[in-house]
């Protein structure tokens, strides 16, 4: 099986030759031009005023230098070399690799005769430049044109800035610094040329075919649970023939690893997820490449709480480091209540909150019930637009409907309360936020899409001390002082706290060992999808 090793030498070989014949190709070019030709031309800056006009920041850019070229002199060959380098690594980066058309833009620098085909040939590959330099600093998909619950504000970084940034500095250095530059986004394209290799060496062996493997069972399911473990790198490989100690532990590290209860049991779940193909891990990490890539250029702040949906996790992360992490509750898989994605700033939390029931629960969940039985949700207050408390028993909720419902319902604060004892807030306009729940069952399930999308948290109180600890020497008093009164209080963090909900179902833990989750939402297969339209190759070589 080819190594990752190997394969970054086939690309360091496919490149070498690339850039070389380019190299040769230009200088050739640049050789036979005539004088007047190399050092530019009138016909050159109108010809280029010409082909940039219809791009407002292109021109200007092109008119504040005086219409001087940035790939096409013979001062520009820095320029060129560093560019078309990048290019030949595109799909390193997961990019659709033909989406920048090096190859004929190469072929265009050793065909140009005249100052007008330099001046056009200079447009394109500023246009060329601009893309990539979009695609692998941001992204080359738009989240919310994915699913509208992706709702991520990518910050992308304007036209004017790029090419005014580019053309200061030194080519290399610019182009190292467009990707993502954390060690996560390194693990993740180390991780994909390890697919790859797996890919094309034939996969992880013979799927296991059985529905539930512990200690004592042998037989064929028994080997291919062991061969496939010892291809993902759990075993060494062995003649077991029995599920065994050894194996049990194993499976434990790899359940631990791609969020499965830790039990040492090959069940349902974890057999399908050890039957997961190369192919599917390497269709995560690409989009989790492409996800990093939206957030780049986010400050996550030194002391950040991230969120991530599928792993059902919520953490403290300090300097780098997770100093708190609590299971979650997510919104359940429907379009009305995912869970969104987005960053924020957590100001307040509300100590024994009042739940104002969304208008959207009120009248597809309670109303029908109310219809039904004037008496249902009895833990829920029912006032008017004036606040004032209604009689149930003198309404006749049948002649309401979801359009014309006039009422609110809330619930008081209590230990019953839908929201628990504290919700952590970072207003937002999805009305979205972290908070306590008394439903304390649902934390020991394996896949915890419950909610109708805010964030339950399993250790809420926990996380309320955590964060109190940045302004008091006794964050767990202060927290209490509040709560005793049993009356709802806001209290204010001294320092806002970034807040990112995130959805990674590829992710490097401390180690560097990445670790899979399932795509709750379907929201990965989207993107993906999305990826191939644009000419993403799955696996092979690219570029």
Same mark, same amino acid.
């Given at each position: 099986?080819?190594?990752?090793?190997?394969?970054?030498?086939? $690309?360091?070989?496919?490149?070498?030759?690339?850039?070389?014949?380019?190299?040769?190709?230009?200088?050739?070019? %640049? +050789?036979?031009?005539?004088?007047?030709?190399?050092?530019?031309?009138?016909?050159?800056?109108?010809?280029?005023?010409?082909?940039?006009?219809?791009?407002?920041?292109?021109?200007?850019?092109?008119?504040?230098?005086?219409?001087?070229?940035?790939?096409?002199?013979?001062?520009?060959?820095?320029?060129?070399?560093?560019?078309?380098? +990048?290019? #030949?690594?595109?799909?390193?980066?997961?990019?659709?690799?033909?989406?920048?058309?090096?190859?004929?833009?190469?072929?265009?620098?050793?065909?140009?005769?005249?100052?007008?085909?330099?001046? !056009?040939?200079?447009?394109?590959? =500023?246009?060329?430049?601009?893309?990539?330099?979009?695609?692998?600093?941001?992204?080359?998909?738009?989240?919310?044109?994915?699913?509208?619950?992706?709702?991520?504000?990518?910050?992308?970084?304007?036209?004017?800035?790029?090419?005014?940034?580019?053309?200061?500095?030194?080519?290399? /250095?610019?182009?190292?610094?467009?990707?993502?530059?954390?060690?996560? $986004?390194?693990?993740?394209?180390?991780?994909?040329?390890?697919?790859?290799?797996?890919?094309?060496?034939?996969?992880?062996?013979?799927?296991?075919?059985?529905?539930?493997?512990?200690?004592?069972?042998?037989?064929?399911?028994?080997?291919?649970?062991?061969?496939?473990?010892?291809?993902?790198? $759990?075993?060494? @490989?062995?003649?077991?023939? #029995?599920?065994?100690?050894?194996?049990?532990? /194993?499976?434990?590290?790899?359940?631990?690893?791609?969020?499965?209860?830790?039990?040492?049991?090959?069940?349902?779940?974890?057999?399908?997820?050890?039957?997961?193909?190369?192919?599917?891990?390497?269709?995560?990490?690409?989009?989790?490449?492409?996800?990093?890539?939206?957030?780049?250029?986010?400050?996550?702040?030194?002391?950040?709480?991230?969120?991530?949906?599928?792993?059902?996790? /919520?953490?403290?992360?300090?300097?780098?480091?997770?100093?708190?992490?609590?299971?979650?509750?997510?919104?359940?898989?429907?379009?009305?209540?995912?869970?969104?994605?987005? #960053?924020?700033?957590?100001?307040?939390?509300?100590?024994?909150?009042?739940?104002?029931?969304?208008?959207?629960?009120?009248?597809?969940?309670?109303?029908?019930?109310?219809?039904?039985?004037?008496?249902?949700?009895?833990?829920?207050?029912? =006032?008017?637009?004036?606040?004032?408390?209604?009689?149930? /028993?003198?309404?006749?909720?049948?002649?309401?409907?979801?359009?014309?419902?006039?009422?609110?319902?809330?619930?008081?604060?209590?230990?019953?309360?839908?929201?628990?004892?504290?919700?952590?807030?970072?207003?937002?306009?999805?009305?979205?936020?972290?908070?306590?729940?008394?439903? &304390?069952?649902?934390?020991?399930?394996? %896949?915890?899409?419950?909610?109708?999308?805010?964030?339950?948290?399993?250790?809420?109180?926990?996380?309320?001390?955590?964060?109190?600890?940045?302004?008091?020497?006794?964050?767990?008093?202060?927290? &209490?002082?509040?709560?005793?009164?049993?009356?709802?209080?806001?209290?204010?963090?001294?320092?806002?706290? @970034?807040?990112?909900?995130?959805?990674?179902?590829?992710?490097?833990?401390?180690?560097?060992?990445?670790?899979? !989750?399932?795509?709750? $939402?379907?929201?990965?297969?989207?993107?993906?999808?999305?990826?191939?339209?644009?000419?993403?190759?799955?696996?092979?070589?690219?570029?």
């Amino acid at each position: 099986m080819p190594s990752g090793n190997g394969l970054r030498r086939r $690309y360091r070989g496919k490149l070498t030759r690339l850039i070389a014949s380019f190299l040769l190709a230009v200088g050739l070019w %640049i +050789a036979a031009l005539p004088d007047h030709a190399r050092a530019g031309t009138a016909t050159f800056g109108a010809t280029l005023a010409d082909a940039a006009a219809d791009d407002t920041a292109i021109s200007a850019f092109y008119h504040a230098q005086d219409y001087r070229s940035l790939w096409t002199g013979v001062e520009d060959a820095d320029r060129r070399a560093a560019f078309f380098a +990048a290019l #030949s690594h595109a799909g390193d980066h997961g990019l659709p690799a033909n989406r920048y058309n090096a190859e004929a833009l190469i072929l265009r620098f050793s065909t140009v005769t005249s100052e007008i085909q330099r001046a !056009r040939l200079e447009v394109d590959v =500023t246009r060329a430049f601009l893309k990539y330099a979009r695609d692998v600093r941001n992204g080359f998909l738009s989240p919310s044109d994915i699913d509208p619950t992706m709702v991520r504000t990518v910050p992308v970084r304007d036209t004017a800035s790029t090419l005014s940034t580019f053309a200061a500095a030194d080519p290399e /250095a610019f182009f190292a610094s467009l990707p993502p530059t954390g060690p996560e $986004y390194s693990e993740l394209q180390r991780t994909r040329l390890d697919l790859i290799a797996a890919i094309e060496a034939g996969g992880w062996g013979p799927k296991v075919k059985a529905e539930k493997l512990e200690i004592g069972d042998s037989g064929p399911a028994v080997l291919a649970l062991r061969d496939r473990l010892a291809a993902l790198g $759990y075993l060494q @490989p062995s003649v077991t023939a #029995s599920f065994d100690g050894v194996i049990s532990r /194993a499976v434990q590290s790899f359940q631990l690893d791609n969020g499965l209860t830790p039990d040492g049991v090959a069940g349902e779940g974890t057999i399908a997820e050890v039957n997961r193909e190369p192919e599917d891990r390497l269709q995560s990490v690409l989009v989790a490449m492409e996800r990093m890539r939206w957030m780049n250029g986010v400050s996550l702040g030194k002391r950040h709480i991230w969120v991530n949906l599928p792993d059902f996790t /919520a953490k403290i992360v300090d300097d780098g480091k997770v100093t708190f992490e609590s299971v979650t509750v997510v919104g359940q898989n429907r379009p009305d209540t995912r869970s969104p994605e987005f #960053s924020d700033q957590m100001e307040f939390m509300v100590i024994n909150p009042t739940w104002n029931v969304p208008r959207s629960i009120t009248v597809k969940e309670y109303l029908p019930k109310l219809q039904e039985d004037p008496n249902a949700a009895a833990q829920l207050r029912i =006032t008017d637009r004036q606040g004032r408390l209604i009689d149930r /028993a003198a309404v006749d909720f049948t002649q309401f409907t979801a359009a014309n419902f006039p009422f609110h319902m809330s619930q008081a604060p209590s230990d019953g309360n839908a929201l628990g004892k504290v919700k952590f807030m970072f207003p937002n306009q999805w009305n979205i936020y972290l908070h306590d729940t008394p439903q &304390k069952p649902l934390f020991s399930k394996e %896949i915890r899409a419950f909610s109708h999308g805010c964030i339950r948290l399993g250790r809420p109180f926990d996380l309320a001390y955590a964060l109190l600890a940045a302004q008091t020497d006794d964050p767990e008093g202060l927290f &209490k002082s509040y709560l005793i009164t049993d009356r709802e209080s806001v209290l204010n963090l001294k320092e806002p706290v @970034p807040v990112h909900l995130v959805y990674f179902t590829a992710w490097p833990d401390a180690r560097g060992h990445i670790g899979y !989750r399932r795509d709750v $939402y379907g929201r990965d297969a989207a993107i993906f999808a999305a990826m191939k339209a644009a000419g993403v190759a799955l696996h092979g070589l690219q570029g």
